[in-house]
């Protein structure tokens, strides 16, 4: 025995002359392995993978069929391996069929529970239904007994019997049935609600149906319901859909709808009224608008009835009603003073007061209209407005005779009449309202009433002088002649009219200005026409609204109510309105807020269409005038909103087809930051019109470099608006001839090209100027000079009758025999007249 690398052989030798050999490796018995002559046969010894059991002799075959290179104990371990995977395999094949088995009984278990639980459902609602009937039938035979009792007892009872003595004296027995029954009922549902009789409270257990069902005062379902909810539930069962009743509604169509906002108010899906716009050829989404009249297409065709109406039904609230004849009352006329501008009107005004308002005024001109109201010696009230008289109010004056009983037309007896005297006269007539001609300045030497009076004829005004029908007074206003006579004339004119208003109504009015203060927000000045305006009333003035916080009369003196014909100054409004806005009381804050939105949306659309083209040829007509027109962009703040909507009329009469003013943005109030930064954004500056900057406004301008111009006279300001646009105008080019050459000869030399000999004819010509070739008279190339000599010298000018050499710049097909044109050109500034 030999040990090599820890194995043990074991020699052995046979009669066979053959050698066994055991090896022994750590101690464990491998096969053994016999050798003789014939064959080698493996033997597995005592201990070995058998188990130590009864060895089993290898057969030559199994040998034979293993394969090369592979040993027993490899052999025995694949086929183990082989059969543990086929068990495994047949196991889980087993344990997957033993679990579909098992989710089959579970979901047969689920589905018999569900249709135990459906049939006890509809089992529940047919007992309710019973139950819910039983209780109608036995109701309606209680009613019919007592109805029946009462028609016995109502009629005329015969003699008394004496079975009929048994109940109460006077009622017969079968009308005390009834109503003992009903006791007993009663008392019956009272032990069964489980009710005290004492304090209503519950008694009893509270159970899981009453708990989820809301109890006994819960909304029970209808028997209708009941119904609908069992057939529903029996043609799901029978799987039939029922089709649903077709429900016809009366849908509101305004002027325009959104198309998930009609399908909603009819009740429709949003895809069916889509899928029907397509059908009508029309490609439209949910979010999209359509008119009234393709929407009315629509709902007839779902089959419902439409109902028309309109934005505008908002403002139906503000009362439109006749005044009874008895309710009416006397008013003061509201009397309006125009006139030519320094014509005297609210000197004249301020005699009447005994007041100065135009020392207050810049320049002398009123910038405003003003409105007050003066008590006459003899205490007749009268309501006056004084309206500006420059050229740039004209909309003010408009306002002002729209709102008056009576104009007094100012005219300066020393200056006759002028151009807003004629406007004056033309808004008077258009408003259809009397007229009273003052003659002022009577007093001044060069005074001539008579040529004051001839002027009006040709404007159709014949004064009473004249044998006409309209009263004139002559007055000055500084010595106070004739102003009792102007008095009188009022009286007697307004005594005619016949004015009245009903104070009792709610209010009505109209606003004469309106602007923004700093310590009180929004203040308009309203003439009331109708009705009396209280502190405390809600209304809606344009597109603004709000509630009456202080009345302020033309004193300054607060006031609790201002009747008809009074000019007040109105606090309490939620921004500025418009002048010549109508004031009206409604009754409560929501409608105001509604009607001024309404309001506000439609102005917004309004301005929106005419800014907006609408075809092709405007779009390309407003491409060409982008192009050629320039723009001088403004921003205009002022202290009321007359004066800003007179400048904004008077920047767009400025301009031409080639340049114009647009106003960004014109408002009311201080300059504030938000003006500074919308015109540096635009590169405009910023007119204040007796208004100032505050300090922040001040110093963002000052960072970003906007110009802020302050006035307070407005020709002031149309006169350098008008200059600063002129310099928009581009420069008017003139051409000035300052000779004639003619070309004599024509050479060629190296490095210049062909150079023209040529002899000028007339004038000078110049090095710098501009040339053009003309050839049989035409015009054949313009351009410039590259070369003048006189000689071999370069010379900047060649007078008339001397000889010159010309080259053109870029250009060689000179000849002889044709002539140079020189000119030159020069730049003419323009203006706008």
Do not use: W
């Not at 506000?600 to 929106?608: C, N, S, T, Y």
């Not at 090209?753 to 010509?765: M, P």
């Amino acid at each position: 025995m030999s040990d090599n690398d820890g194995k043990k052989t074991l020699g052995v030798s046979g009669p066979h002359s053959g050698n066994v050999k055991q090896s022994f490796s750590h101690g464990r018995t491998k096969n053994v392995v016999v050798e003789t002559k014939r064959k080698r046969i493996v033997k597995p010894t005592q201990g070995a993978a058998t188990g130590g059991g009864a060895r089993k002799p290898v057969s030559p075959g199994s040998a034979a069929k293993r394969p090369a290179g592979i040993s027993d104990a490899e052999h025995d371990r694949r086929l183990k391996a082989v059969r543990a995977a086929k068990e495994r395999e047949t196991e889980e094949a087993a344990k997957r069929e033993a679990d579909e088995k098992e989710r089959e009984v579970t979901r047969q278990r689920r589905r018999e529970e569900a249709e135990a639980k459906e049939r006890e459902e509809v089992e529940r609602a047919e007992q309710a239904i019973a139950k819910e009937a039983a209780e109608e039938r036995k109701r309606a035979e209680t009613e019919e007994a007592a109805r029946q009792a009462a028609a016995v007892a109502a009629a005329p009872q015969p003699e008394a019997k004496p079975q009929a003595d048994r109940g109460s004296p006077g009622k017969p027995v079968h009308a005390q049935a009834p109503r003992k029954q009903d006791r007993e009922r009663e008392q019956d549902e009272r032990r069964g609600k489980g009710r005290d009789d004492n304090d209503g409270r519950r008694s009893g257990k509270l159970t899981l149906n009453q708990a989820l069902t809301g109890g006994e005062g819960g909304r029970q379902k209808s028997m209708a319901a009941m119904k609908r909810k069992q057939e529903r539930a029996r043609q799901k069962a029978m799987g039939v859909a029922a089709p649903r009743e077709k429900v016809i509604r009366d849908v509101q169509l305004p002027e325009t709808i959104v198309v998930s906002e009609l399908a909603n108010r009819m009740a429709e899906r949003v895809g069916d009224v889509v899928k029907a716009l397509m059908n009508n050829g029309l490609m439209m989404t949910q979010n999209q608008s359509i008119d009234a009249d393709t929407a009315e297409l629509i709902i007839e065709e779902f089959g419902h009835n439409v109902v028309r109406v309109s934005d505008s039904d908002v403002e139906d609230v503000i009362d439109h009603v006749e005044d009874k004849p008895e309710d009416l009352k006397d008013r003061p006329p509201v009397i309006t003073i125009m006139g030519h501008v320094d014509h005297g009107k609210t000197s004249l005004l301020d005699a009447i007061r005994k007041a100065k308002v135009a020392a207050g005024e810049a320049g002398g001109i009123t910038q405003h209209i003003g409105a007050y109201q003066v008590t006459t010696d003899s205490g007749a009230v009268l309501s006056f407005l004084d309206t500006p008289g420059h050229a740039a109010f004209t909309s003010m004056r408009s306002r002002g005779a729209q709102v008056t009983d009576i104009v007094i037309l100012v005219v300066a007896a020393d200056d006759a009449v002028m151009p807003q005297t004629i406007e004056a006269i033309n808004h008077a007539k258009a408003a259809k309202v009397p007229m009273i001609v003052a003659i002022n300045k009577i007093d001044k030497p060069e005074a001539n009433p008579n040529k004051v009076r001839t002027d009006l004829l040709q404007h159709e005004v014949i004064v009473e002088k004249m044998s006409g029908e309209v009263q004139d007074v002559e007055v000055s206003a500084v010595t106070g002649q004739g102003l009792d006579e102007l008095l009188e004339a009022i009286a007697l004119q307004a005594e005619i009219l016949e004015l009245k208003a009903n104070p009792t109504r709610a209010a009505e009015g109209a606003v004469i200005e309106a602007q923004l203060d700093v310590g009180r927000g929004p203040v308009a000045t309203v003439l009331v026409k109708n009705g009396t305006l209280r502190q405390g009333d809600i209304f809606v003035v344009g597109e603004q609204f709000g509630k009456v916080r202080a009345l302020i009369n033309d004193r300054g003196e607060r006031v609790q109510e201002a009747g008809p014909s009074v000019p007040v100054e109105v606090l309490g409004l939620n921004g500025t309105p418009e002048a010549g806005d109508v004031l009206n009381v409604v009754d409560t804050e929501a409608q105001a807020r509604e009607i001024a939105e309404y309001r506000e949306k439609a102005a917004k659309d309004r301005r929106a269409a005419a800014g907006a083209a609408t075809s092709l040829e405007q779009l390309m007509t407003q491409a060409k005038e982008s192009e050629s027109l320039s723009e001088m962009p403004i921003v205009v703040k002022a202290d009321v909103q007359g004066s800003a909507e007179a400048i904004i009329q008077a920047m767009e009469k400025i301009g031409n087809e080639e340049v114009r003013v647009r106003v960004l943005h014109s408002g009311v109030g201080a300059i504030t930051e938000s003006d500074i930064g919308l015109a540096e954004a635009s590169g405009a500056p910023v007119f204040g019109f007796n208004v100032r900057a505050n300090a922040p406004a001040r110093n963002s301008a000052n960072q970003k470099g906007v110009e802020i111009r302050y006035y307070s006279v407005i020709y002031d300001l149309v006169d350098d608006v008008k200059a600063a646009a002129s310099g928009l105008l581009s420069a008017e080019i003139r051409e000035n001839f300052i000779g004639y050459a003619k070309i004599q000869e024509v050479f060629k030399v190296t490095g210049v090209g062909k150079v023209a000999g040529c002899l000028v004819t007339e004038g000078v010509a110049r090095r710098s100027a501009g040339v053009r070739l003309l050839r049989d008279d035409v015009v054949i190339h313009e351009g410039t000079l590259k070369t003048l000599k006189r000689f071999k010298d370069e010379v900047p000018e060649v007078q008339s009758g001397q000889e010159c050499g010309m080259a053109f710049e870029n250009y060689d097909d000179i000849r002889a025999g044709d002539v140079i044109e020189i000119f030159e050109r020069e730049e003419v500034t323009r203006t706008l007249e």
